[in-house]
C-alpha cells in the first residue's frame, strides 16, 4: 500500500494491517504479484509485403510500487501499448519466413525492448510469447532474376544496369534465360565518335516503360490518376505522372494536366523495387518508404498495374 499524508508519499505499507489518519492519509493499493495481458490479433505487414495476423500474450510484475504509482498514471495501459508498438516495429522489419521461424528469437528481442521503457516505471516483464494466428495475404514474387517475367527482366537489365549491354560494343545481349554479370561501378566505355550525352534517369526509363503495358482494361480497373514524386539519388525531386482515366491511358514526366487523385512520393530506388515486384505498395506505405496525400484506397489500386506486368 502506497499512502499519502498531506500530500506527501510516505514508505511502502504492509501486506498486513496498516493504520490511517482519516482526512489526512490517502492510499492506493498495488498488487506485486504477475499478471498477464494479451495483444489482441492485429494485421501488420511484414518486409516482404506478407500481411498476417499476430497477437503476443506479456507477464509482467512490479518491482518498485512507488515508481509505479507516481511515474505513470495508468500503468497497464502504458504497457500495453509499449507491447504493442515494439511488436509492430519488429515484424515490420523481418520477412515471412523468419517471423514464422524465429518467434522465440523475436520474442526475446521484444522481451528487451519493452524492458528498456517499462524499468523506469518500476515494472519488469517477464515473459513474451509471439502468436501468428493467419497469413491473410502471402508474401510477393522472389526478387528480380530468373523468376522474372522475360520481358520485365529484360527491361530491368536495360534501364536498372545502365543500358549495359546494348552501349558496350560488340558484346552480345544476353538470352531470356541468362543472367550477366554488370559493374555498377566502372563506368561503360563510351563510343567512337560520339559526344557527350546525359544518362537518362532511372525513374524516367521505368515509367516510360509501363506505357505497352497500359490498356482500356487497366483504365476500367483503376480508374484514377497518380503524380509520383521521385526522390532522385542527388537529393532534387522529379515529377512523373500516370494517367489511368481515358482512353488506355498514358504516363510521362511532369505533372498531369489535371488534378491528381493521388500523389505519391517515394525514392527512386524504392520505385525500381515496385516495378520489380521486389516491394508490394502496402508493404511500402506501412513501412514509411512510400507516402501518400489523398485517398490510400485509390492508392493500393497500383497492385493492379504492377499485376499487368507479370
Not at 519488469?124 to 520485365?152: F, H, Y
Not at 550525352?197 to 483503376?222: C, H, I, N, R, Y
Not at 520489380?276 to 502496402?282: A, K, M
Not at 508493404?283 to 507516402?291: F, V
Request: aromatic fraction near 4%; charge should be neutral; glycine fraction near 8%.
Amino acid at each position: 500500500m502506497i499512502v499519502f499524508r498531506l500530500g506527501r508519499i510516505r514508505t511502502p505499507q504492509g501486506p498486513g494491517m496498516v493504520l490511517l489518519l482519516p482526512f489526512i492519509d490517502s492510499f492506493q493499493r498495488v498488487d506485486l504479484r504477475t499478471r498477464a495481458f494479451s495483444i489482441p490479433p492485429c494485421k501488420l505487414a511484414s518486409k516482404d509485403g506478407a500481411v498476417l495476423s499476430v497477437g503476443a500474450d506479456v507477464q509482467f510484475r512490479i518491482w518498485d510500487p512507488v515508481l509505479s504509482v507516481m511515474t505513470v498514471k495508468d500503468l497497464n495501459t502504458a504497457t500495453r501499448m509499449t507491447a504493442q508498438n515494439a511488436m509492430t516495429k519488429a515484424l515490420l522489419k523481418r520477412l515471412l519466413r523468419e517471423i514464422q521461424m524465429e518467434k522465440l528469437k523475436i520474442s526475446e528481442q521484444l522481451l528487451l525492448e519493452i524492458n528498456d521503457v517499462t524499468r523506469a516505471w518500476g515494472l519488469e516483464v517477464d515473459r513474451v510469447e509471439l502468436a501468428v494466428e493467419a497469413v491473410l495475404q502471402p508474401p510477393q514474387d522472389s526478387p528480380a532474376g530468373p523468376n522474372l517475367d522475360s520481358t520485365l527482366q529484360q527491361l530491368a537489365l536495360h534501364f536498372l544496369g545502365g543500358g549495359m549491354n546494348s552501349v558496350a560494343g560488340g558484346t552480345p545481349s544476353p538470352g531470356p534465360d541468362t543472367m550477366e554479370m554488370v559493374s555498377e561501378v566502372e563506368p561503360p566505355a563510351p563510343r567512337a565518335g560520339a559526344g557527350p550525352s546525359l544518362k537518362q534517369p532511372v525513374a524516367e526509363g521505368l515509367l516510360t516503360a509501363l506505357q505497352p503495358f497500359l490498356s482500356e482494361a487497366l483504365v476500367s480497373q483503376v480508374g484514377a490518376c497518380y503524380q509520383f514524386n521521385v526522390v532522385l539519388p542527388s537529393g532534387t525531386h522529379s515529377a512523373y505522372f500516370l494517367d489511368l482515366t481515358t482512353g488506355r491511358g498514358r504516363v510521362g514526366h511532369g505533372v498531369p494536366d489535371g488534378i491528381p487523385d493521388v500523389v505519391v512520393e517515394l525514392a527512386e530506388a524504392d520505385l525500381q523495387a515496385l516495378l520489380c515486384r521486389e516491394l508490394r505498395p502496402l508493404g511500402a506505405y506501412m513501412s514509411g518508404r512510400l507516402k501518400v496525400k489523398g485517398d490510400l484506397a485509390v492508392a493500393m489500386k497500383l497492385e493492379a498495374v504492377l499485376r499487368a506486368l507479370k
